[in-house]
């Protein structure tokens, strides 16, 4: 889908497709020297880290596996409860592995601190975190991200696996969706 698909639901655009391609490869390339010669367990947070979980995992040129864990906090609100439920767990035993947590935003953290917390108390070597977007202005809680793509406004943003009550997440770019659609 494109912006002008669902132009009068937008207020501004924020990154193209091809902006957040440009930025997964950068990423990419980090990740590669941080870990050559290792056995990486990438893990995406369902479901809105599906389109940078297949793009990050197309684009690293290393050996690498990839699991999937669906947490919520957030029901079909805008903004986090901060009660983290698990709806799907991990098929893979972490015992000793390097892992890279794969999420498309951070915004109050509560619930990445919440997951990064969970998996290494599983026995995992090391638990790192990968993240497209982050609001700074957003944050309840610090939260060290390894790999971070844009920080943005404190915005209700769409697009590129992030929804709005299941929608817009095939947009094939990053928007501010506005007020009108959600009050």
Not at 5 to 31: G, N
Not at 137 to 160: L, T
Not at 169 to 183: E, F, K, M, S, T
Request: negative net charge; charged residues 25%; glycine residues 8%.
């Amino acid at each position: 889908m494109e912006f002008s698909d669902v132009e009068s639901d937008l207020t501004d655009i924020l990154f193209t497709q091809d902006e957040i391609h440009a930025k997964i490869a950068e990423m990419a390339r980090q990740i590669e020297a941080d870990y050559a010669g290792e056995k990486l367990l990438l893990v995406g947070v369902l479901r809105g880290a599906v389109m940078v979980m297949a793009d990050l995992a197309r684009e690293l040129k290393l050996p690498l596996e990839m699991d999937w864990m669906a947490v919520s906090s957030y029901g079909a609100g805008t903004q986090s409860s901060g009660v983290v439920r698990i709806l799907k767990d991990l098929d893979s035993d972490l015992e000793g592995r390097k892992v890279l947590i794969v999420e498309d935003i951070i915004d109050s953290g509560l619930t990445l601190s919440w997951l990064r917390a969970n998996l290494e108390s599983r026995g995992a070597e090391s638990v790192e975190i990968c993240a497209l977007l982050r609001k700074p202005d957003a944050a309840k809680v610090e939260v060290d991200v390894k790999y971070a793509g844009f920080d943005i406004p404190n915005a209700f943003v769409v697009g590129y696996g992030l929804d709005y009550a299941e929608k817009y997440r095939n947009l094939r770019g990053i928007a501010v969706l506005a007020p009108h659609v959600y009050a």
